[in-house]
């Protein structure tokens, strides 16, 4: 796949992102996901204002959970991983209500391209 679009640096390469496994468990259980994410380093982490304390704060690489499918609600602790240059790991639990197959995904972004790697959890 090509790196088109305004302001993507022809060099900048997507993310490499690998995580858990499959997963079955039985309510109230929870599921322990883990996802590691790896970047080149382009583009440069930029600096962000953070308004309450005047620091900035980088943007880098970073890895976020989200539910891609199933059939009810799913609530992940803590909801993703601080960003870093070139290496970032996101350990979350996922905690479900309702029984049946998920998929949730784990997005790597390095701020400009994104990778993606699914977990199929069948929760009973």
Known sequence: MENAGIGNDPENERPVISGS????ITLPNT???TATARDD???KPRRQRNADEGSGQSQ???V???QYRGPGPVSFSPAGA???DKSVTSSITAIFKVPGVY??????SDGLLEAFH???VTVK
């Open 41 to 43: 380093g382009r583009p």
């Open 21 to 24: 496994g499959p997963q079955n």
């Open 118 to 120: 699914d977990v199929t």
């Open 60 to 62: 880098g690489l970073s």
């Open 82 to 84: 601080s960003p870093s």
């Open 103 to 108: 998929v949730l995904r784990a997005v790597a």
């Open 64 to 66: 976020r959970w989200i």
């Open 31 to 33: 599921a322990a996901l």
